[in-house]
């Protein structure tokens, strides 16, 4: 009996396992107390089938839910946003959207932004993905593969050479008419509007044996970098100023020059052979400039010259060998060679040619120069007539074929001993270029990242009374322009801008309409975007990029062929050509005004006074109806019309009808009475004015000013 009982109490107790407890399952609902045996019945009744587990307790295991993997992306401390889009396999859209409603400053937020480790970390976490450090690769410090000039020469090595002389002074003063006289040719009537637009080198032998290197340098205002090139590679500046028109802007340009680079000054007083020359006048002028003539008690020699006539120009070479004496001008023939480019161009025949003063050395054909990020295996030597020559002495200069790139203007030029040093020397300088203007980049974005960081932070303490949901409105609102426009999508605004590729004949030229852009200060106007400049005629490729840009190309002293002019032509891209440079200018403002939208101007075509009001009947309407009486000029019904009491301006609009007497008119003139109504419903008051005027657009014109 015992062992039953304990049976019964095991077959219970297993019968309750089984069961699930309803009322735990359901708490809500309220179940009858059963009799006991209620769970013995359900649990026989159960149907004991193969597989069944025989009273043993079953469990129903939950279906698992597959998490699915976060995105791994690889990070470094600092990454610009197209490295950090690129690494999330998404868009830079994508990557400024994430970090919306931060204090990232998301308006000048470029693709070659560098973010910080804290902003990428935000962006990769709010784009739903994880982060991990990206393996750190040792970078070996480069070694420094840059070239310097030799030591000093040992002063027995010296020989003499022709002194470097820069004519200097302004515009149309007569400095190239001097330089022609001096070499009996006629390089004056050969410049484009009689002015010199880029430097030009010479050699002249003068009567009595000596050699003298002239550098003519251009006197017009735009010319300015090159003015202060010629002054740095020169030993004596021979300073032309007009008899007749005194010391001017580039006169004083190019005595500061002169004193920068510490060279000495000769004056040649020019156009003394005009009656209303007055030498006096220009050496007392001078003085106020630091510029002492001989004869007021200084130590500048001052020549009285006419370059025109050819008057004291022997005595004005022989001031200059005078002092080249005094100076002492030596060079070491030996070594290698050292110079300064004072010019470059592309030509067709050559390629690219430079200008070039040597300084040291002998420079022969096969010579391996180095001038900035440019070499040079030496093919031609051409002197200053155009003839080749096979070598070059210091002082002298020269033209310089087989550059494999065209160098900047005043670069040093270095030799070297071989093609592998050339290119190791121009690897290393353009990495350092690189270095340089990252560090620059760099620093730039760290100063706008911090002003951007202390104005978000001001902004946050402005908000700081409201509420998180209150300061999420407010932040919302401010941003929504934003999330309407995403940064792939705003250069598609409609702000005014022009797009300019320029191409010179010379370096220098291209220097100098550059320099002149960068005194553009009209962009709230009109941007003004430089796509491209170079040296050289026009190409395909500059018609291609000024397709893509929609952009004017504007070419000075260069050509375009027949198919080029076609091409433009077909893909209606304006070329612009000029050989004088303030033309060049002049058609660039014209340009950028036509961009602007016209202005429009008040024209005042007559004025009337309200004598008498009454309301007429049209139709079913009452309409109110002034008596006028012109007071000045005529009322005519196709203009625009306004009606004023006292200061304040009631209406603005056109005239339904205009009425003299009982006939419709056109026109009504002065001391003439009318009737006229309104487009729009308006009460007149006696003594009312109406005026009638005409908008007249009228073109605007650009704000910059170049300074000439």
């Known amino acids: 009996m015992k062992r039953m009982a304990v049976l019964i109490r095991q077959a219970l107790s297993a019968s309750r396992r089984d069961i699930p407890n309803i009322a735990a399952v359901c708490p809500s609902t309220a179940w009858a107390r059963m009799p006991p045996y209620a769970h013995h019945a359900r649990y026989l009744a159960v149907k004991q089938g193969r597989g069944h587990n025989n009273g043993r307790r079953t469990s129903v295991k939950p279906l698992k839910v597959e998490k699915k993997e976060k995105q791994e992306v690889e990070i470094k401390q ?106 009996k040719s006629q390089i004056a009537a050969q410049e484009a509007g009689g002015i010199t637009q880029h430097i030009g080198a010479f050699l002249v ?14 006197g017009h205002a735009a010319f300015s970098a090159m003015r202060a090139r010629g002054a740095l590679i020169t030993d004596i500046i021979i300073l032309v100023v007009a008899a007749d028109d005194g010391v001017m802007n580039q006169t004083i340009e190019s005595i500061q020059h002169a004193k920068k680079a510490k060279v000495p000054i000769i004056v040649a007083v020019n156009k003394c052979d005009k009656p209303q020359a007055d030498p006096k006048k220009v050496k007392h002028d001078l003085l106020a400039h630091d510029v002492v003539c001989e004869e007021l008690g200084g130590d500048v020699q001052a020549i009285h010259i006419s370059a025109l006539q050819g008057e004291n120009l ?100 270095l030799e070297v001993e071989s093609e592998q040093r050339a290119r190791e020397v121009v690897e290393w300088r353009t990495y350092m270029e690189e270095q340089n203007k990252l560090m620059e980049d760099q620093r730039v974005i760290v100063a706008n990242q911090m002003q951007h960081q202390e104005s978000y932070k001001k902004e946050r303490e402005r908000l700081a009374h409201l ?132 202005t429009t101007e008040e024209k005042i075509i007559g004025e009337a006074s309200v004598l008498a009001t009454f309301d007429v009947t049209v139709g079913k309407k009452k309409v109110p109806v002034a008596g006028c009486r012109i007071q000045k000029g005529q009322l005519d019904k196709k203009m625009k019309f306004r009606l004023t009491r006292g200061e304040e301006i009631i209406w603005e609009g056109s005239l339904t009808a205009l009425k003299h ?38 073109p605007q014109r650009i704000s910059w000013d170049p300074g000439f």
Not at 665 to 693: A, H, P, R, W
């Open 314 to 413: 022997l005595e004005l070479a022989e001031a200059i060998v005078a002092l080249a004496e005094v100076l002492e001008l030596k060079a070491d023939p030996l070594g290698l060679t050292e110079g300064t480019v004072i010019e470059s161009r592309t030509d067709k025949g050559k390629g690219p040619v430079t200008t070039a003063i040597i300084q040291r050395g002998i420079l022969k054909k096969g010579c391996i120069l180095v001038a900035g990020k440019a070499w040079a295996k030496v093919r031609l030597l051409f002197d200053v007539n155009n003839q080749a020559v096979a070598k070059v002495g210091p002082g002298t200069p020269v033209e310089i074929v087989g550059w494999k790139e065209l160098p900047s203007v005043g670069e040093e030029i």
């Open 467 to 598: 509420s998180w949901k209150q300061r999420k409105a407010v932040l919302y609102q401010a941003n929504k322009h934003r999330m309407a426009c995403r940064p792939s999508e705003r250069a598609e605004t409609e702000e005014l801008s022009l797009s300019l590729i320029v191409k010179g004949d010379v370096e220098g030229s291209v220097e100098a309409i550059l320099n002149i852009l960068e005194s553009y200060d009209a962009d709230e106007q009109c941007q003004l975007n430089i796509v491209h400049f170079g040296v050289g005629d026009i190409s395909e490729n500059d018609i291609n990029l000024a397709e893509t840009f929609s952009g004017t190309i504007y070419g000075f002293n260069v050509a375009a062929n027949k198919s080029i002019q076609d091409i433009a032509a077909k893909k209606q891209i304006p070329l612009k050509m000029h050989r004088v440079i303030y033309h060049l200018i002049d058609d660039l403002k014209e340009e950028l005004g036509s961009k602007l939208p016209p």
């Open 661 to 698: 007497h009982k006939d419709d008119v056109q026109i009504v003139k002065t001391g003439m009475e009318c009737g006229l109504s309104l487009d729009k419903v308006i009460e007149f008051n006696v003594g009312d004015e109406i005026i009638c005027y005409e908008e007249i657009e009228k």
């Open 205 to 218: 032998q003068l009567p009595s044996g000596e050699m003298i290197t002239f550098l003519d340098t251009p």
């Open 78 to 183: 600092s990454m610009t946003v197209s490295e950090l889009a690129q690494a999330m396999n998404k868009d830079i859209d994508h990557v400024c959207e994430a970090l919306l409603n931060t204090s990232v400053d998301l308006e000048h937020l470029e693709p070659n932004t560098m973010l910080g480790e804290k902003w990428i970390k935000e962006a990769v976490k709010r784009c739903g993905m994880k982060y991990k450090w990206a393996k750190i690769v040792e970078t070996k410090v480069r070694e420094n593969k840059d070239i310097q000039r030799q030591p000093p020469p040992d002063l027995a090595r010296l020989v003499n050479r022709p002194p470097v002389v820069t004519i200097m002074g302004h515009v149309d003063h007569g400095k190239t008419t001097l330089l022609d006289s001096l070499r």
